[in-house]
């Protein structure tokens, strides 16, 4: 039990600790490849402290909405990074860590997003929520079905029986159900977190927004939390990725040395990936809107022909 | 050849095989087309050395090294060829859905599994396991051929189709003796080698290589 | 006698290199012609040879001469004289490179040998993508402007049908696995026809005869059938039609007999019988509002095809011996209706029926053949096809596939119907003397291919004891 909490608390630090690096490090990769200097890996965390440090600006009228849907994102992003296999496969006994859990815990920080949008009353905010309620309404299925078929050799739904599971055993690494789900769980996490080729993050032209516009209206602290609260949900879906793809090195206990090479290696793969990502985005343009969809569905595709293969042949 | 180590990578290889004509159906770009073709190509080498290995062949590197050439460099590389000669680059927007392209391919799969699957018998081996994606294959190619207008995604369906067709092969019997298949990629390369001038006399007659509009012949 | 077997492979390809290296004297349009000859003499000899002792073999076995294939070399070999002796182009139209076009036809004789004597399932298979990849320019060279899309549609099928084939002979061999050495040989599929795993040959069956019915034009897989050969040159669609077809049917015959022995005859009987009554239906209802006579002569040979695999669903010895003698007669009889066509398409300078009349006044010398021709392709006693058309349907009767015959009898009245309204239009009525006729050489190879159709109805005594040693070679069809 206190083993438990503790790698629940290290898995929190942790979280909170790479997230803005993370960023940092995508935004650095980006810079470099387009030939600028960047603002440097620990630009983010100046962001968010010089957020944090300011006062909040709400348009008169406007409801609660405002003050707690930022708090619900963070909180939701955090029981997120929680719930999932960052650092070690040890779970708090009798704390939900079900893929049908997580994916609620996900689906609620993204309906606190589009409240926020809604209520800011401006167009582009409203906008900005029925797209994101679009991407989201395409991906979840895929989520869900992809980790499902990744959760049939385990024989279990809980993330961390499922990491513990692949860990374990690693012929079923690269298996086509392998293969496949983690290809359509690759295009979930873009869609997500609102990267390229689905969403770009650093434009604010009207047409093409779909976070920015939900977050256009919030300053402050406020746009602190969402902004720290979108990134923590890149951490964990992106962590939770990689360990499932590459689950070398986690920790399954709660010794201090397991968890200083678990945090090492999660922290290494998740700068991996991050930089990897960046430098695909540097290649790849926005999708039109209505060819969002057409992407989507081929990672539905890839994660239902996933599940088949699982049943029928492997 | 240690039995997990070779399940395992037959395993990983159809993987890739199969991933890679789901991405041939899910994409629009003709070049990225062909440069999965050749993925796909160097994946089927991959498999031929595998099967070849595990079963002893004495032959075994040179079916590699030739099934490597034909389809992972030169049969992409004629395509390439044809299609800057033509410049086309796209495929031509179709009147179907996207999503009904993937939902057919995902449905397609579906029906390979279940044709495969009774035919690896009761007991089977890694190899004869994996029978479905070479089926898989097989289809797919089909419906590349069914869905797309431009006449280079035709040839590359065609050849998805023929890699299916070598997928089952090397995954049922270890592949056919080596003039056979000497033969059957020569042939191959010469029905490439054919439609590809086909193509650059369609262009230059029509000015465009969509094969829906060729509708001259009918009754 | 091995050295026989190899006659129709290298006297093609040798001829084939002369014609490339003269390729722009007319004279080269012998060669092709030449290589016929070879093969019709070689067949016929093998004949001998094979029903009165053993099949000849050659390298290990790769290539083996039975009855069957002795017939069908022979077959290709008369054919291809009539196809390529009566439809050689006229010197004013010959294009400068006619010594290519001579290349490729020989090139095309040799696949269809090679298809024929390979005894290697995996050799029998490269051969016939051969054909394919050999006749794709002699279909692109056609005159009509739509030679390019027919050609375009008859590649891209036609190999996708022989890939699926493919499919179904690395299945053969999976299922052959641990049986044999040297790959699938026919001979030793059909020795261990009782070890073979059923499943597997059971779906290798169905797509080998999916595939090769796609390069013997059978319905569904037809569409580039009437494309293909209504745009070819006339020799090419005449050996096309004539015998192409033929080859790769008699590959399925093969299938079949393979198939039949180890899972029994149910499968393929109801896979041909589907083939053939829908190969029969689509002819009959597109040859009746056809405009095009190429096409209707192209439609026909869906029907032809159509009415061999009724005969090979049929099975027993008096039905695919009809059958053999179908392909024989058919073929004759079509290429020279295909160089007629091409004739009558240079005379009038269309392909469509509408644009020609009175042909029996205009062009006496290519009217009388082309109705004659029509009547044998419709079975009119005295052409041998009028024989085999009813021993296959009687056969039919006999073993129990009543209701089938008569829907084949019903759709052949269609038949009968529409090719008679049409040919009749074009060759009857009022029509002034044509100028223009053909010297002697080249009128003939349309009588020797009519008249031969004729003589064969009155030499099924001699040639019975060749066509059951071919049944024979078929594992006497159930």
């Known amino acids: 039990m206190i083993a438990a909490i503790v790698v629940t608390l290290v898995h929190l630090a942790f979280a909170l600790a790479i997230t803005p690096v993370l960023i940092g490090v995508m935004r650095t990769v980006r810079a470099r490849l387009e030939g600028r200097v960047g603002g440097g890996v620990l630009q983010p965390w100046r962001d968010v402290i010089k957020l944090f440090a300011k006062e909040p600006l709400r348009a008169p009228g406007s409801s609660a909405v405002l003050i707690w849907a930022p708090l619900l994102l963070m909180a939701s992003s955090l029981v997120l990074c929680a719930l999932i296999p960052l650092v070690s496969t040890l779970s708090l006994p009798g704390a939900p860590g079900e893929l049908f859990v997580v994916v609620s815990v996900l689906l609620l920080g993204t309906v606190a997003l589009a409240m926020l949008g809604l209520e800011s009353g401006t167009a582009f905010g409203g906008m900005g929520s029925s797209r994101h309620m679009m991407f989201t309404a395409l991906v979840e299925p895929t989520v869900l079905l992809s980790i499902y078929a990744l959760s049939l050799p385990a024989g279990t739904s809980t993330l961390t029986a499922i990491v513990r599971a692949r860990r374990d055993d690693l012929s079923t690494l690269l298996n086509p159900v392998s293969i496949l789900a983690i290809v359509a769980l690759i295009v979930v996490v873009v869609a997500e977190t609102g990267r390229l080729p689905v969403d770009n993050p650093s434009t604010h032209l009207e047409l093409t927004m779909v976070h920015e516009a939900m977050i256009l209206e919030s300053g402050g602290r406020d746009l602190g939390w969402l902004e720290f609260g979108s990134w923590l949900r890149l951490t964990a879906l992106l962590g939770l990725t990689v360990n499932l793809a590459v689950p070398w090195a986690i920790a399954s206990d709660a010794s201090a040395t397991a968890l200083v090479i678990g945090a090492a290696a999660t922290a290494l793969k998740l700068v991996v990936a991050a930089a990897l990502m960046a430098a695909v985005e540097v290649f790849i343009a926005k999708l039109r809107l209505f060819r969002v969809p057409e992407l989507l569905a081929g990672s539905f595709v890839l994660a239902f022909l996933s599940v088949s293969a699982s049943y029928l042949v492997f | ?219 | 006698m091995a050295a026989l077997l190899w006659l129709p492979l290298t006297v093609p390809l040798l001829l084939a290199a002369v014609g490339f290296a003269f390729r722009a004297s007319y004279w080269t349009l012998l060669l092709p012609v030449i290589s016929a000859v070879v093969l019709l003499l070689t067949g016929v000899s093998l004949i001998g040879t094979v029903v009165s002792s053993a099949p000849v073999v050659a390298i290990e076995g790769w290539l083996r001469v039975d009855a069957l294939s002795a017939w069908m070399l022979a077959v290709v070999g008369a054919v291809a004289v009539v196809a390529l002796w009566g439809g050689a182009p006229l010197r004013s139209k010959a294009s400068t490179s006619i010594g290519s076009f001579a290349a490729l036809l020989n090139l095309f004789l040799a696949a269809m040998s090679l298809a024929l004597v390979a005894d290697n399932v995996g050799l029998m298979w490269v051969a016939i993508e051969l054909t394919t990849v050999t006749t794709a320019f002699l279909v692109a060279s056609g005159d009509g402007e739509h030679a390019l899309e027919a050609a375009w549609k008859y590649v891209v099928l036609g190999a996708v049908g022989v890939a699926i084939a493919f499919l179904g002979v690395a299945l053969l061999s999976a299922a052959a696995m641990g049986h044999s050495e040297a790959g699938v040989s026919w001979t030793a599929l059909m020795a261990q026809a009782a070890t073979l795993d059923p499943t597997m040959v059971q779906l290798a069956g169905a797509l080998a005869v999916l595939g090769f019915a796609t390069k013997a034009g059978l319905a569904p897989m037809h569409s580039w059938l009437p494309d293909a050969h209504s745009q070819a040159p006339a020799p090419v669609s005449g050996l096309m039609s004539g015998v192409l077809l033929s080859v790769a049917f008699s590959v399925i015959l093969r299938i079949q007999a393979i198939t039949d022995a180890v899972v029994g005859p149910e499968l393929m009987r109801t896979l041909l019988l589907t083939a053939g009554l829908l190969s029969l239906a689509v002819a009959a209802g597109l040859m009746l509002t056809q405009t095009d006579y190429k096409r209707l002569l192209a439609y026909s040979s869906i029907e032809h095809m159509g009415l061999l695999a009724l005969g090979a669903a049929v099975g027993g010895e008096l039905a695919i011996a009809a059958v053999l003698l179908h392909i024989l007669g058919h073929g004759l009889i079509k290429s020279t209706m295909f160089v007629i066509a091409g004739r009558i398409s240079a005379a009038t300078g269309s392909h469509r029926i509408e644009d020609v009349h009175g042909l029996l006044r205009a062009r006496p010398d290519l009217g009388a053949p082309f109705l004659l021709g029509t009547a044998g392709l419709l079975g009119f006693p005295p052409f041998v096809t009028f024989f085999t058309e009813v021993a296959i349907i009687v056969a039919g009767f006999t073993r129990g596939l009543g209701w089938q015959m008569a829907v084949a009898c019903a759709l052949l009245l269609v038949v009968f119907a529409g090719v008679t309204r049409q040919v009749l239009a074009m060759t009857l009525g009022a029509g002034t003397r044509a100028p223009g006729r053909l010297v002697w050489w080249r009128r003939v190879p349309v009588w020797l291919g009519l008249l031969s159709a004729m003589a064969l109805s009155f030499a099924l005594w001699p040639l019975s004891p060749v066509l059951i040693a071919a049944v024979t070679a078929l594992g006497g069809a159930q």
């Open chain 2, 1 to 219: 050849m240690n039995q997990h180590l070779f399940a395992q990578l037959i395993a990983t290889i159809t993987g890739v095989l199969l991933l890679t004509a789901i991405l041939q159906i899910w994409g629009r770009s003709l070049v990225r087309s062909i440069g999965l073709l050749s993925v796909q190509g160097a994946a089927l080498a991959a498999l031929v050395l595998t099967v070849g290995l595990n079963a002893g062949e004495p032959q075994v590197w040179l079916v590699t090294g030739i099934v490597l050439l034909m389809k992972s460099v030169v049969l992409p590389a004629a395509m390439l060829r044809s299609a800057k000669l033509i410049g086309e680059t796209r495929e031509r927007p179709t009147t179907i859905n996207p999503a009904v392209e993937l939902i057919g391919a995902a449905g397609l799969t579906l029906i390979a599994y279940i044709v495969g699957v009774p035919l690896a018998g009761p007991d089977p081996d890694p190899a004869r396991q994996a029978l479905p994606v070479g089926f898989s294959l097989v289809l797919l190619g089909f419906w590349l051929l069914m869905i797309r207008r431009s006449a280079i995604t035709q040839l590359v369906g065609f050849l998805v189709l023929d890699n299916g067709i070598a997928t089952v092969s090397f995954l049922a019997s270890g592949g056919l003796p080596l003039t056979v298949e000497l033969g059957s990629s020569l042939d191959v390369l010469l029905v490439v080698l054919i439609l590809g001038v086909l193509v650059v006399r369609m262009q230059r007659q029509q000015g465009h290589t969509d094969i829906t509009e060729l509708k001259e012949l009918h009754d």
